[in-house]
C-alpha cells in the first residue's frame, strides 16, 4: 500500500496528526504548511509539499484547513485551497470547529468563503456562538 500524505497548516489543531495517527497514516505522513505573520496557510507552500510528497513516491490524500485557529483565530484561504485540491484530485477537510460561527455573522461571513467547495467540514457551535452544550458537527458533501 502506497504510503498516504495529509496536510495541513503549522497552527492547525492537534486533532489533526491524531486523526493521521487514527487512520493508521502517522504522525510523520502530516507535511505541515507554512503559515504568514497573520496565522493564514501559505498556498505557494501546500503546492510546494505536495510536490514533495509525490516526489517522494507518497500518494497525497487531503488537505485539512483551518477556520480559526486555537491560538491566533486565522482564517486560511479556502477559496485558493479549495482549487489546489481540485486541481490534485485531493480530499478538501475545513476545521471550522472554532470559526464555523462566522457564517452567521454578515460582518465576518467573508472569512469562509470558499468552505462550500470543501467535502467535509467540522463545526462546533459551543464555541463561537457560545452554545451552552457542547455541540460538534461533521458535514459531508453529498453529490
Known amino acids: 500500500m502506497p504510503r498516504l500524505v495529509v496536510f495541513t497548516s503549522e497552527d492547525a489543531h492537534y486533532s489533526v496528526k491524531k486523526l493521521a495517527a487514527f487512520l493508521g497514516i502517522g504522525y ?9 505573520s497573520r496565522g493564514k496557510m501559505v498556498v505557494t507552500d501546500l503546492e510546494t509539499q505536495i ?13 485539512s484547513a483551518t477556520a480559526g485557529t486555537t491560538v491566533m483565530g486565522a ?3 479556502l477559496r485558493e485551497i479549495a482549487e489546489v485540491c481540485r486541481k490534485r484530485e485531493l480530499w478538501f477537510h475545513v476545521d471550522a470547529a472554532w470559526g464555523g460561527g462566522a457564517l452567521v455573522s454578515r460582518t465576518y461571513r467573508r472569512l469562509l468563503d ?3 467547495l470543501a467535502d ?10 457560545a452554545a451552552p452544550q457542547q455541540c460538534s458537527t461533521l458535514l459531508l458533501r453529498h453529490e
Open 28 to 36: 510523520d505522513n502530516v507535511y505541515l504548511v507554512k503559515v504568514d
Open 51 to 63: 510536490a514533495r510528497a509525490v516526489e517522494e513516491g507518497a500518494v497525497p490524500l487531503m488537505v
Open 75 to 77: 482564517f486560511d484561504p
Open 114 to 116: 470558499g468552505v462550500q
Open 120 to 129: 467535509s467540514v467540522t463545526w462546533n457551535p459551543h464555541k463561537l456562538l
